[in-house]
């Protein structure tokens, strides 16, 4: 079974401040890990993914196996970062994307 | 064209109306989904279409039903929905080379009453 937990419902920081999305997994093979983000009425997108290790809006996110984590950081917060982020685990076979219940991010000004 | 679409936008149905969602894309993707999302949770995997073939039911009730007529279309055929039913229904299609890069459609917003 597959399964992503994201501790934080929700999350606020301040405008310039760090601020990290934390994603725990439980799977047995070799997941492939990926960030999705819900802006304010807009869809659902992809954000980023481990196997590129790229950073996208100045976020990344790294794959430690060990701890079973994904966690989402940047250094520098935005207003414009405001969403939902949703993590979410594919397994090795197969389309099923498993998707964690979601932090709502609030950054202040 | 690299968007989905979907239609209606909104629609309401009371628990004996026979309805249908349209999902749309025009990317080439081969493989096509039907998530549920209720407020403040993420979206639920209904079903999975890959090169117009059924590949995952999710133990969906036979109340939902789904087909996908071409490669670009999606549709969900709705019939004697409950009011529990009633949440965001969304539609995704990706490459099958590249099946977590999904492509969301803004989605259907289901009232049943």
Known sequence: AQRVTQPEKLLSVFKGAPVELKCNYSYSGSPELFWYVQYSRQRLQLLLRHISRESIKGFTADLNKGETSFHLKKPFAQEEDSAMYYCALRGTSGSRLTFGEGTQLTVNP | ?113
């Not at chain 2, 407020?39 to 087909?67: D, G, Q, T």
């Not at chain 2, 009633?86 to 009453?113: I, K, M, N």
Request: with cysteine; charged share 20%.
């Open chain 2, 1 to 113: 064209d690299t968007e989905v679409t979907q239609t209606p936008k909104h629609l309401v149905m009371g628990m004996t109306n026979k309805k249908s969602l349209k999902c749309e894309q025009h990317m080439g993707h081969r493989a096509m989904y039907w998530y549920k999302q209720k407020a403040k949770k993420p979206p639920e995997l209904m079903f999975v279409y890959s090169y117009e073939k059924l590949s995952i039911n999710e133990s969906v009730p036979s109340r939902f039903s789904p087909e996908c007529p071409n490669s670009s279309l999606l549709n969900l055929h709705l019939h004697a929905l409950q009011p529990e039913d009633s949440a965001l229904y969304l539609c995704a299609s990706s490459r099958p080379d590249t099946l977590y890069e999904q492509y969301f459609g803004p989605g259907t917003r289901l009232t049943v009453t």
